[in-house]
């Protein structure tokens, strides 16, 4: 068990610019999420896989945000014509069930 | 619709006195109740869950907590702080209904400082 693994662990990019961030799951977890966590706030759900279907997207999330989860292994969070308010911290977790996620380090978007 | 507040954004305790860290939730089937901490630079991690059986859950780190359903209500407690419990506490819930897809929904967190 190497953990849930997220890359890169800091991005620092221009308003205007895509970025793109990459999860790599516990190897046995079939369930995938994306969560977001801004300063003095819990995380917030953006985004579910169970194996490679996207279950469920949150309605707060713009059409600017898309993931994908190829072959049910790792999972890529683009972020399209970034906004200031996309500084974030972009959290990912795996799991096998509900009853305990295992969270990344995550990946700290910074927005200039 | 589930949905968790958390009481008190910050909470400050003596090293070696109780802590109590408040949460109650809103769910529209019975619950699954988490609590997740997260040390500064570090990823969340899993403190303790409650899903069936005994409602009073015991976590590491000598945390427990307990499921009041009649209060809607899953508080923290430990009975004597130490310095390495600073960290943020979040609370989470999901529906417990069997099968398919169950979203978890984080409370707005709880940092905790333990003054020496």
């Known amino acids: 068990d190497t953990g849930v693994s997220q890359d890169p662990r800091h991005k620092i990019t221009k308003r205007g610019q895509n970025v793109t961030f990459r999860c790599d799951p516990i190897?046995?977890?079939?369930?995938l999420y994306w969560y977001r966590q801004t300063l003095g706030q819990g995380p917030e759900f953006l985004t579910y896989?169970?194996?490679?279907?996207?279950?469920?997207k949150s309605r707060l999330l713009s059409d600017r945000f898309s993931a994908e989860r190829p072959k049910g292994s790792f999972s890529t969070l683009e972020i399209q014509r970034t906004e200031q308010g996309d500084s974030a911290m972009y959290l990912c977790a795996s799991s096998l069930g509900p009853e305990k996620l295992f969270f990344g380090s995550g990946t700290q978007l910074s927005v200039l | 619709a589930q949905s968790v507040t958390q009481l008190g954004s910050h909470v400050s305790v003596s090293e070696g006195a109780l802590v109590l860290l408040r949460c109650n939730y809103s769910?529209?089937?019975?619950?699954?109740l988490f609590w997740y901490v997260q040390y500064p630079n570090q990823g969340l991690q899993l403190l303790l869950k409650y899903t069936t059986g005994a409602t009073l859950v015991k976590g590491i780190n000598g945390f427990e907590a307990e499921f009041k359903k009649s209060e809607t209500s899953f508080h923290l407690t430990k009975p004597s702080a130490h310095m390495s419990d600073a960290a943020e506490y979040f609370c989470?819930?999901?529906?417990?209904?069997?099968?398919?897809?169950?979203?978890?929904?984080f409370g707005t967190g709880t940092k905790l400082q333990v003054i020496p």
């Open positions: 989470a819930v999901t529906p417990s209904n069997s099968g398919g897809y169950q979203k978890v929904t």
């Open positions: 769910s529209s089937v019975p619950p699954y």
């Open positions: 190897s046995e977890h079939n369930r």
């Open positions: 896989f169970q194996n490679e279907a996207q279950l469920e």
